[in-house]
């Protein structure tokens, strides 16, 4: 998951904080020296991070702080609020064109940024809403990305416009459009070529090509592994081009996302979308907020919840969540768990997602295959042995493990991992309990816990 | 050459000017930045003192270094200032190149699979441009008189084997490629055989680009290195990573994840033409001892060049 180091560092920061009592100038500056050396190796801008940290810094050594009962919550509490403004506040939705005409995207980049990858995921994401998108593919350089986009449409459903790499892009798109107005398309978006900022020739055919289109938003495709040359690129797509937005890709990876944090604030530009993986459907909305608590450690409980409202039966996580609370949770919830859950999406990311989880939850490796295992010893499990794990004994073990394909080692360890996690979601429903009658009822009864 | 877009060409043939103009011309931006930095931070000092370290570690940093590898290179000035009692923060500046010097160097034998019967494995995450790495190899290698064979083990991406495919219609050298969403392992197996009933110098294998945190397209990767392995024992195995150079401290832990699946026998840094430094491939140096190899420093056919430390030192420092 993305800035999980980031958020560790950053957790053990807050940590060193925390036990303090007193804070003196030094107490901050050493933190602060800690801050610069995380978000540095995060690739966040040189720039960017010396900003960030002498605005921190000054609000910190203020009389506030350092006469507040609790100087590292309130240390922690700055930090958050900067990291917000960082990131841009709220999201930020796509416009479209109202009457006349199609709404015309143009997606522009780097070279494997994910553009292409991109346009399509965009036009499936807003497909769903009701648009009827049309793809064009305007890179003519490439091999072969004519025929990647027509695969990626076909999959979605999407037409793709292509004219082959023997015409420009600029009679590309014109006659995209037109093939657009007598097809009723009221979305287009056109897949450029990645290029060089720096490369005059290529530039000029995207400002040709923007100028003629006129689209209505110019989306800039950035790498979040991208180092410290993020902001150069953004910068200068910016200038030259004009950018209305960013969709930052490749999230899934484990990098620290450095390049989110500086390209917002250099460009002032806001980051519209997040590719989270290789699925078509792996596109979602961007939110600072939900980011800058993801990358402080603190959890993005908002779409943890938004997740589970759209894949999980309510009622039947309500009588669940009465489970928890009474350490009921048997063998049998816990397939159910499963179940629910592989419908969320893949449960490292989900973990992530969990205030304190990602510290905890570390050195877990959960795999699929590990879940199709454990899938498999509960069905060979009887009904009785489901519904009162006590009662599984040797000669029981010995059975669920020939009947699932696992050695007796692996019944028993999974076994043990269920009481301990039992043992976890016991505590963590009674965290929850507490927040819930403190932020109003029912704000965490649709979590599958 | 089919298909090819009139940009292309011109460029190609812009470019025919010597080996060491083009890395100069291609690594004009990589100077700037790094000297840029570096140069500012030398005139701007009279005396070397703890301030000017800091800000030659900030020009560092800027450049991807990484703050790793960044302060172990300081330190390193910092001792050969104190022996050398050197007074003038001009004279770093030739310390800081043998330093990189020192780091960049390659073993004499970094080339020699060119020479075997090889098989090079290309690996890498998603978009650092594996595909386009491949055909410029197959170029180069068909041009010196080798036989090579391409194996299109990008079964994933849409339409990855329709770009090899024609990548190798280009070269003019032969392609064993299958079905979309097939069996890797399967064509890695098929182009073994295929190599060796052919009598090829080099089997070039595509494979799908991974995020290095996906752990079952990992051991993918493990298998097809296994399969190599055991079908094509004989067969001297180089296995290159390809890195962005755009890519910043994430490239370490890139080149750290693959290099425990694939046994990495050096490093191909892209995209060297435009702002980004390079700089990841000092700290992956430092930290993981892995060489580059390779440069691309265009998107020309030939602008895939062999990595000289040396050139590349100098042409970071030339004015």
Redesign the interface.
Known sequence: MAFESLSDKFQNIFNNLKKKGKLSEADVKAAMREVK?AL????VN?KVVKDFVNTVKERAIGDEVMESLTPGQHVIKIVNEEMVTLMGSGESELTFTTGGGPTIYMMVG?????KTTTSAKLAGLLKKKGKKPLLVACD??????I??????GE?LGIPVFSM???NKPIDIAKAALEHGNKNNHDLILLDTAGR???DE??MDELIELKDVMKPKETLLVV?A??????V??AE?FNEKIGVDGVILT?L?????G??ALSVKAVTQKPIKFAGMG?KLSDLEVFYPERMASRILGMGDVLTLIEKAQSNIDEKKASEMERKFRKAEFNFEDFLEQMQQLKSMGSLSDLMAMIPGMSAQMKNV?I???EMAKMEAMILSMTVEERNDPNVINISRKNRIAAGSGNKIQDVNRFIKQFEQSKKMMKQMSGMMGKKGRRGGKGMFGNLPF | MI?I?E??VIMSENKKRGFFGKLVEGLT?TRDNILGGVDQVLSGFSNIDEDFYEELE?AL????F??HTALRIISDIKIKVKEQHIKDPMEVKQLLKEELMEIMCLSDDAYSFEEKKSVILIIG?????KT?TI?KLAMRYKAQGKKVVLAAADT?????I??L???SNRANVDIIAGQ?NSDPGAIVYDAVFAAKARKADLLICDTAGR???K??LMDELGKINKIIDREFPEAHKEVLLVL?S??????L?QAKQFKEVANITGIILT?L?????GG?AIAIQTELNLSVKFIGVG?GIDDLQDFDPEEFIEALFKQ
């Open positions: 050396m540095l190796e995060a690739d040189f780097l070279q494997g940024a994910g003519i350089y490439r091999p072969a990305a025929k990647q986009l027509q695969v990626v999959q082959g790499n023997q060089l900022h720096i020739a290529m790498d592994m991208t180092g410290q040359d993020a150069h690129v200068l490749k899934d990876g484990d990098t620290r450095g390049a290789e490796q795999d699929d295959k | 298909g877009p940009r292309k931006k900030e940093i800027m450049a991807d990484g703050i995450v998603n978009g650092v441009g386009t055909g994933f991406r849409a339409a990855a329709e770009q495919t024609e990548w979309a995020l290095h945190n752990k079952n962005d755009t890519t910043g401290q994430n490239a832990q995209k033409d435009g702002t980004a430094k990841i998107e």
